[in-house]
């Protein structure tokens, strides 16, 4: 997979949902429990 600037980046599985929400508070797309995806912060 080719990434480019602009396209959405990933929210490492490290990350917990509770600091996701603050990091991320639009929220994120869950494709799978270990792949949240978020549009590039700018």
């Known amino acids: 997979m080719n990434w480019t600037n602009g396209d959405d ?3 490492i599985p ?3 949902n ?3 929400a603050q ?3 639009d929220g ?3 494709q799978k429990p270990y ?3 978020v549009p590039q912060p700018r």
């Open 28 to 30: 994120w797309d869950e």
């Open 18 to 20: 509770d600091e996701a």
């Open 23 to 25: 990091l991320f508070p």
């Open 14 to 16: 490290a990350v917990d």
């Open 9 to 11: 980046v990933i929210i």
């Open 35 to 37: 792949l949240r995806v």
